[in-house]
């Protein structure tokens, strides 16, 4: 193979792997996701205990096309779903955020708590960010941290 044509070809395998991995240009017409949700954590001694205030946040990265949020759904750490904060589906204004909020109080879900996130869209947009901000305070300690949802199923 010729140095040009094997190089050119190294060149592309390389774009394609760089938009495959970093999600670049990924558009989609739906999906669910997968985010962690920790509604406490242990410090110190294992049986010290602090709860969080965990707040999920679906922000419409889109311009100029709304998306809707079919289902919120809330599970414990053992699977079983806990909550179900979306009953009917709901519209997200371009560039608009929702946020669900489980108080640090709710320790229903247990330490490894998590969200299913499904969202749809009538024509292929940017998929949502979605992420998790854990924060809680206790003492001396304060602790605060962010979760990226993980998409879990494809496009439907």
Not at 36 to 61: D, E, W
Not at 82 to 88: F, I, N, Q
Not at 111 to 120: I, S
Request: aromatic share 10%; charged share 15%.
């Amino acid at each position: 193979m010729p140095k040009k044509l094997f190089f050119s070809f190294f060149l592309a395998l390389m774009l394609v792997s760089f938009v495959t991995t970093t999600g670049f240009c990924r558009m989609s017409k739906g999906e669910t996701l997968y985010v962690p949700a920790y509604s406490s954590i242990y410090h110190g001694i294992k049986t010290r205990q602090l709860n969080l205030t965990s707040t999920l946040f679906v922000h419409n990265i889109n311009k100029f096309s709304p998306i809707t949020i079919e289902v919120v759904e809330y599970y414990n750490e053992n699977g079983q779903l806990v909550s179900t904060l979306v009953e009917t589906p709901t519209t997200l204004a371009p560039l608009a955020t929702k946020k669900f909020i489980i108080p640090e109080r709710d320790t229903s879900g247990g330490t490894g708590a998590n969200f299913l996130v499904q969202w749809a869209s009538k024509k292929d947009v940017n998929p949502p960010a979605v992420e998790c901000l854990m924060v809680g305070s206790g003492g001396n300690l304060g602790v605060s941290f962010v979760i990226k949802g993980t998409p879990i199923d494809p496009e439907k």
